[in-house]
């Protein structure tokens, strides 16, 4: 069966900090993967996604990156954090229709 | 712009009461509809997709889909305080390269 990893689970960083979340994918291969943040109380604002290795749309402008290094490896990154940067980063694979969801990594910025 | 409305809520529901939770949708195009449940703290769960007009049932859960009027629904019957939680409505389109519109979701209460 399949399972979605992400790491840190929580991570408290200061403004101008740089940043790297990683998800990874087991049991699948070749999957589209994508990049969610839900701030506090709002729904889900989807940031980036990929239907391959070095293959990433970006969804809004800002002043995170994401690269896939390896086809079941998605890292969401910052060289330098903003206040607004907080929030709960989600990572999904597809799996013919449907998103399947990791545990989440809750980002706070201070 | 595509987009999916959801009541915010909260909306409040006896244990053991039918709990009814609404979507709209813009998109005529879209074909594929997801309700997903989220805990407090959590990521969201799938619960289910329905794609066809009418009803579908999967135990406690139904989804029902009215194209016509652009609207999904998501009934749970027999509502238990486990079933407490933020509910996300995501639509899809045909064109969508698999991209889902997401609502804001709406947070249910089960009262005991």
């Known amino acids: 069966s399949q399972t979605i990893h992400q790491w840190p689970a929580t991570l408290v960083q200061p403004v101008g900090s740089p940043l790297s979340l990683e998800c990874t994918v087991e049991g699948t291969s070749n999957p589209n993967l994508y990049w969610y943040r839900q701030a506090a109380g709002r729904g889900l604002q989807l940031l980036f996604y990929?239907?391959?290795?070095?293959?990433i749309s970006s969804e809004v402008p800002q002043n995170l990156s994401a690269s896939r290094p390896q086809d079941r490896q998605f890292i969401l990154s910052s060289k330098k954090l903003l206040l607004s940067d907080s929030g709960f980063y989600l990572c999904?694979?597809?799996?013919?229709?449907?998103?399947?969801f990791g545990p989440g990594t809750r980002l706070t910025v201070t | 712009q595509k987009e999916v409305e959801q009541n915010s809520g909260p909306l409040s529901v006896p244990e053991g009461a039918i709990a009814s939770l609404n979507c709209t949708y813009s998109d005529r195009g879209s074909q594929s509809f997801f309700w997903y449940r989220q805990y407090s703290g959590k990521s969201p769960e799938l619960i289910m997709f329905?794609?066809s007009n009418g009803d579908k049932e999967d135990g406690r859960f139904t989804a029902q889909l009215n194209k016509a009027s652009q609207y999904v629904s998501l009934l749970i019957r027999d509502s238990q305080p486990s079933d407490s939680a933020t509910y996300l409505c995501?639509?899809?389109?045909?064109?969508?390269?698999?991209?889902?519109?997401w609502g804001a979701g709406t947070k249910l209460i089960i009262k005991p």
């Open positions: 990929s239907v391959g290795i070095g293959q």
């Open positions: 329905i794609y």
């Open positions: 995501a639509s899809q389109g045909a064109d969508s390269n698999y991209q889902l519109i």
């Open positions: 999904a694979w597809r799996e013919t229709f449907a998103q399947y």
